[in-house]
C-alpha cells in the first residue's frame, strides 16, 4: 500500500512538471508580443499582425533545435555544405522576418526593433565566447 501511495505521488508530481513545460512553451510567444509591446509601443492591431509571425518562427527555431539534438545525439556531424546551407536558410529567414517586420512597424519603432536585435546578436555572442573560454 506505502509503494503505491508513493508511485501515485510520483506520477501526479510527473504529470503536473510536464503540464507546466507545455504551459511555459505555449506562453513564449506571448511573453515574447508582450516584451515587443512594451518595448516598441505596439498597437492592438500591430500585435495582431506580429503574433502569427511569432508563432511561426518559434516552431521553426523549436524544429531546428530538435534536429541539431537529434544529429548530437547520433554522433553525426553535418557536412559542411549542410551547415552552410542551414546558415543561409537561417539568414533568409531572419531577412523575411525583418522585411514583414518593416510593413508592419513605423519608422521609429523599426528603429527600437532593430536596435534590440543588435543587442540580442551580441549578447549572444558574448555568451557564446564565455561558453568557450569556460571549456
Known amino acids: 500500500?506505502?509503494?503505491?501511495?508513493?508511485?501515485?505521488?510520483?506520477v501526479f508530481?510527473?504529470?503536473?512538471t510536464t503540464e507546466a513545460q507545455k504551459k511555459g512553451k505555449k506562453n513564449q510567444v506571448d511573453k515574447m508580443l508582450l516584451k515587443?509591446?512594451?518595448?516598441?509601443?505596439?498597437?492592438?492591431?500591430q500585435q495582431n499582425?506580429?503574433?502569427?509571425?511569432?508563432e511561426v518562427q518559434i516552431a521553426e527555431r523549436k524544429m531546428m533545435a530538435d534536429k541539431r539534438k537529434e544529429q548530437e545525439n547520433s554522433g553525426e556531424k553535418p557536412s559542411k555544405e549542410a551547415s552552410k546551407k542551414m546558415k543561409e536558410d537561417r539568414k533568409e529567414k531572419e531577412s523575411d522576418m525583418d522585411a514583414k517586420m518593416a510593413s508592419i512597424l513605423d519608422a521609429s519603432q523599426l528603429?527600437?526593433?532593430n536596435l534590440q536585435k543588435e543587442e540580442m546578436?551580441?549578447?549572444k555572442g558574448m555568451n557564446s565566447k564565455k561558453k568557450k573560454d569556460n571549456q
Open 111 to 113: 528603429e527600437k526593433y
Open 121 to 123: 546578436k551580441n549578447k
Open 49 to 54: 499582425d506580429i503574433k502569427p509571425l511569432l
Open 13 to 16: 508530481a510527473f504529470t503536473l
Open 36 to 45: 515587443m509591446t512594451t518595448n516598441l509601443s505596439l498597437t492592438i492591431a
Open 1 to 10: 500500500m506505502k509503494k503505491l501511495i508513493t508511485i501515485l505521488v510520483l
